[in-house]
């Protein structure tokens, strides 16, 4: 009993001697997420410090609807994994269906405090939410305050200075809102505006908003290759994709040519968890696949609120095992060092097609290759290191062979040309 009353005493003390305080939930693992029909994880940017001014607090990218455009949340990431994953409402105010569920940690003494957020109009902060209701005698308890979108759009107009709402569902826009959460008993209503100097020691957030749907935007992949447990594909697009965050892979159960939106559900298949975040053409190696099993990929682009492209034509290609590629190819050693199908082999393939063989020793060379090559090739690829070496040495050969040996000859020829010309000069001029 004694034991008992002593931590109810201590807990006491502590909520008695506590400062009233508000700070973000996990900084170093932020995680903020939507909630719609279901609840998915929005893309943000973790705070640094406990985001007390501007430029510390997290930076959250918010989807909107677009009623603009056919069928919008098809071009949403998530929509694809469940339907009831949507884009939020700018014009709807339901914080329990379509809100931002903001995670922050309450220290709140003896005295009631109701949460605040308030937002940026030109350079005074104004009330976008007040919570249902009031905190007391609280330490270190988790909170979530969920907030619709349309509470922080509507400050602008609430907010009396004449602003008009910077977020709209019919027609594309980006805004980027800072909003402010305190704790405060004071009695503040919608559209209030607050003195900072008297509601201190709150958190910031960066509120970026964007209904822009890349409907237009239609990547390619304009090659690909096959590898062991590998696909590599090159791709280009025909625009650029603003606030690009990465690459992703659809791989669909039939072969399938048309650009449809990632949700629609004519794409039948799944999405492979290989991801990239180069630039928006270039080479993405699709890892982790089923030797021998064939494959139909198309590839599509993510921005940071995780509205997608189109998806790209499909492409259809069977990975092989190092045993079968080096059977297929007949080039053990290239191949076991670059372990797919490349360029680099191809050239050699087709010097030894239209030169060696049509001589008695690269013949020779050829019987002796086939005979020692077979055997060391999968010594080759299982060593990372002579993998390397062979690739290098192939790299160097390539070059010497393209590059090199054309200039080497080239400049012969200029010279010999040039001292045929001089010695006809002196010839002339002896005359």
Known sequence: MLKVLISFLFLMSKVVLATDSISVLNPTTFEIYA???????????????????????????????????????????????????????????????????FPFVLTIGSTAKS??????????????????????????????????????????????????????????????????????????????????????????????????????????????????????????????????SKVKIFSHNASSGTNLPLGDAANAGSILTNESTQAQSGEMTVNA?????????????????????????????????????LEKNACFLLTSGFGEDHYVIDYFRNFRDSKLRKFYLGQKFIDWYYEFGPKMALKIYSSDFLRAVVRIFAYSLYFIFNYFLPIFFGVIFSGLVFRKIKLKKIKFKIQ
């Open 289 to 325: 696949l089923t030797n021998n099993t064939t494959y139909h990929l198309s590839l599509f682009f993510v921005d940071k609120y995780n509205m997608t492209s189109v998806l790209s034509q499909s492409v259809t290609q069977t990975p092989l095992k190092i045993e079968e590629l």
């Open 115 to 244: 949460v605040y957020v308030a937002t940026k109009v030109s350079s005074t902060f104004y009330i976008s939410a007040k919570s249902s209701s009031t905190y007391s005698d609280i330490t270190d308890t988790t909170f979530y305050f969920q907030v619709s979108p349309v509470k922080f759009c509507q400050t602008f107009t609430n907010s009396g200075t004449g602003s008009s709402n910077p977020c709209s569902d019919s027609s594309t826009y980006t805004s980027n809102l800072v909003s402010y959460f305190f704790i405060s008993q004071s009695n503040y209503a919608l559209g209030d505006s607050i003195d900072l100097s008297t509601e201190t020691d709150g958190v910031y957030y960066s509120l970026k908003f964007t209904n822009k749907i890349h409907s237009s935007l239609t990547p390619t992949i304009t090659s690909s290759k096959k590898g062991d447990g590998r696909i590599i594909l090159n791709f280009s697009a025909n625009e650029t994709m603003s606030n690009f």
């Open 35 to 101: 909630v719609t029909g279901a609840s998915y994880l929005l893309n943000s940017e973790k705070p640094t410090n406990q985001s007390r001014s501007e430029s510390e607090g997290p930076v959250v990218y918010i989807p909107t609807k677009n009623t603009g455009v056919a069928s919008y949340d098809q071009y949403f990431y998530p929509y694809k994994s469940s339907t009831s994953n949507t884009l939020m409402d700018t014009t709807t105010d339901n914080s329990n269906s379509n809100a931002i569920k």
